[in-house]
Structures are given as C-alpha cells and as structure tokens.
C-alpha cells in the first residue's frame, strides 16, 4: 500500500509551503509535489493548516472537487482535503497540490502551478485508504 509524506519547508505569515512524496511500501520514492496550505494559527478553523502528525486519508468524491483525497482524524477539524487550488487564499484549510512553486499573481508569494494535473496525478497511485504522515 502507498503511503503519503508531508515535509513543510516554509512558514510564512500568510501560507505553509511544503513537498508531498508518495512512497510504496518499501520506502521508495513513486511520486513528489509542491504543497500549498494557510499558515501555522493553533489549528484555527478555516485559517490554519492542520496540525503535524499522522492521519488516515481515503479517497472521496464531491460535486465541488470531483475525486480528491480526505483526511480524516484531524483534532477539532473536519472536511480536511487534498484537492486543486493554486492560491494560499482559496484555501480554508485544507492542501493544494502542484507541479511547481512560483508566483503566479504577482503577489510576492509562491503559488501552485498545474494543480488539477497534479491531483489527477497523485491519485493514480492513492486509490485505497493509506495514511498521511506530516512534519
């Protein structure tokens, strides 16, 4: 079974960057991505990312996102997913996904590119329930 490794590697005042690496059950790597998520704020509902730790993620389906992956067992939270975005402010905590991080607006601060390849991407190799661990 696959599993997913989240390393955030930038806390800044407005957003949490970070790498996602998808591993088989031999600690290989099979697939990396750049991460995008709002900043570190005592795990604040719909203004902080989630707290580091493991979760049991499954895959889901909305109306809204299509296929995309949900994390479950988050402390005091709910609805916690992986899906497309490409802006820190489009997120109300969950993670956005891309191929690479750059500054698309013109902003100053880096983006997600290609974001809906790149989930469409990650899930071929998530298609059961695995587990998430994020540092």
Aim: aromatic letters at 8%; charged letters at 20%.
């Amino acid at each position: 079974m696959n599993s997913l490794v989240l390393i955030r590697t930038h806390f800044e005042e407005k957003q949490t960057l970070g790498q996602l690496f998808v591993l088989n059950d031999q600690a290989d790597e099979l697939f990396s991505c750049f991460t995008l998520e709002l900043p570190w704020k005592d795990n604040e509902q719909f203004v902080s990312c989630i707290p580091a730790g493991r979760y049991k993620v499954v895959p889901r389906n909305s109306e809204k996102y299509g296929d995309h992956l949900h994390i479950l067992g988050v402390p005091d939270r709910s609805l916690i997913l992986i899906h497309e975005a490409n802006f820190y402010f489009e997120l109300l905590g969950c993670i956005c996904i891309g191929r690479k991080q750059l500054d698309i607006n013109g902003d100053s601060l880096k983006d997600v590119t290609s974001s809906v390849a790149t989930k469409n991407k990650l899930l071929s190799f998530i298609t059961q329930p695995t587990e998430i661990s994020i540092s």
